[in-house]
């Protein structure tokens, strides 16, 4: 029965409460929901509950926002409750050994990558930001390493070269949830073997930091254009032009550009501003300038604000 299984569950962002909505949907036993504490957001700095709380809360599910997982308090919370199993998605927290040994199961994790590689905080933002064209959703044993526990299953997802983080991040939510569901089961019923993790495959990839957004146009027109899928939602890619900071939300990779002889422009330069055409050169290639923002400014698309930019001179 699936309500004879007595889960906890542990996440905080979106991709972690759809994977709660995914459980609470398949009525399964989830008796508490454990996520990070509210946090101010915007520029208003308003308090905000995660997305986690506040579907556990509509489902009428326990919370527990402990500031550690490391507490007196919060492994008393866990023990208490005798979980059969814990499943962890984006927690964002390290669960200490003595949790990780409570539950009759173990605990699992949904990871947004193809394990071994990209173990660590930011493994959707990385397989952009490294161009990649093929990630995934991992279900595996939890231990005390970062993302270094046994395979339990695993699906595959295709990235489309101009797919932004947070639409991957939903199909990865998705595609993660399903696997969930179909994983459980075999899993507590011991159809399932474990398999451990290359150590000679793996790579790992750490918390976005605010200045991992800023670019030049000096690089790849490629480089820069994953950059800006990876960050656009936070920190947002950004350049410097003039003493002034300028985000870049959106883009188009153009490896060529032949309408005018560019060869004599630096990397930087703006070689067409025309209605939607904004174009810049890069230190290889060209980048199309789909939407930004300069400081103080509005968030304005290419078409509204082309016409301030002149051919020839820098962006």
Request: hydrophobic share 35%.
């Amino acid at each position: 029965m699936k309500t004879d299984l007595k889960i906890i569950f542990m996440g905080t962002p979106d991709l972690a409460a759809t994977c709660l909505d995914a459980l609470i949907r398949d009525g399964r036993n989830v008796v508490l929901a454990v996520c990070q504490p509210d946090k101010p957001v915007g520029r208003k700095k308003i308090i905000t509950p995660p997305p986690v709380k506040v579907r556990a809360e509509e489902a009428g599910i326990e919370v527990f926002q402990p500031a550690s997982m490391k507490t007196d308090e919060a492994f008393e919370k866990i023990d208490g409750i005798k979980p059969d199993i814990i499943i962890t998605a984006a927690y964002g927290k390290i669960l200490p050994k003595p949790v990780l040994d409570i539950p009759k199961y173990g605990c699992i994790n949904v990871h947004g990558s193809l394990l071994p590689r990209y173990r660590g905080a930011s493994p959707v933002q990385q397989a952009i930001l490294n161009g990649d064209d093929m990630t995934g959703v991992t279900i595996m044993k939890m231990d005390v390493g970062m993302d270094t526990g046994d395979m339990l299953s695993r699906v595959e997802v295709p990235i489309d070269p101009d797919i932004h983080m947070p639409e991957l991040m939903h199909l990865l939510a998705v595609k993660g949830s399903e696997l969930l569901l179909s994983t459980l089961d075999d899993y507590v019923g011991g159809k399932i073997i474990p398999v451990p993790q290359d150590e000679n495959e793996a790579t790992s990839c750490t918390l976005i930091e605010s200045s991992d957004g800023e670019f030049d146009f000096s690089s790849d027109a490629l480089t820069i254009h994953n950059k800006v899928r990876a960050l656009s939602q936070w920190p947002g890619a950004f350049v410097i032009s003039n003493g002034r900071k300028i985000k870049v939300y959106d883009t188009s990779y153009l490896p060529s550009f032949d309408e005018t002889d560019t060869d004599p422009y630096e990397p930087g330069v703006v070689v067409k501003a025309r209605k939607s055409d904004l174009i810049v050169k890069c230190g290889s290639g060209f980048i199309k300038i789909n939407e930004l923002q300069s400081e103080g400014g509005k968030r304005l698309r290419a078409c509204d604000c082309a016409h301030n930019f002149k051919v020839g001179e820098k962006f």
